[in-house]
């Protein structure tokens, strides 16, 4: 699966911003963007890449990092192989590249794991300025 992601850009805290992350999958039959769960992460400068939120395509569970629960919501529409990050009450610690994601598993202990995803797109910078 190709990814691709984009809407990132500077906003002030308390600000929203929707990212949106648009899938390849190919030609293959039977292989469409619905087979796979989603994910996005960031990586802020000089950290380690962190889980943001996943959705599974199995059970259309979501799950979310502690840190953005309550702010961020994911959603995905795969009739146009798109999965989005909705961004709100944005604060200057949510400044970080953001990547989006896609994985063949579908549980709750894989889809939280970084290295559970097979697929990336490259980032797109969010800018929280306070």
């Known amino acids: 699966v190709q990814l691709q992601a984009f809407g990132g850009g500077l906003v002030q805290a308390g600000g929203s911003l929707r990212l949106s992350c648009t899938a390849s999958?190919?030609?293959?039959?039977?292989?469409?963007?619905?087979?796979?769960?989603v994910g996005w992460s960031r990586q802020a400068p000089g950290k380690v890449r962190e889980f943001v939120a996943a959705?599974?395509?199995?059970?259309?569970?979501?799950w979310y990092a502690k840190a953005v629960k309550g702010r961020f919501t994911l959603s995905r529409d795969n009739a146009r192989n798109t999965v989005f990050l909705q961004m709100d009450s944005l604060k200057p610690e949510d400044t970080a590249l953001y990547y989006c994601?896609?994985?063949?598993?579908?549980?709750?202990?894989?889809?939280?794991?970084?290295?559970?995803?097979?697929?990336w797109g490259q980032g797109t910078l969010v800018t929280v300025s306070s």
């Open positions: 994601a896609a994985s063949g598993y579908y549980s709750y202990s894989d889809l939280t794991s970084i290295g559970r995803y097979d697929d």
């Open positions: 999958v190919g030609t293959e039959i039977g292989r469409t963007f619905g087979i796979y769960s």
């Open positions: 959705k599974s395509y199995r059970s259309g569970d979501t």
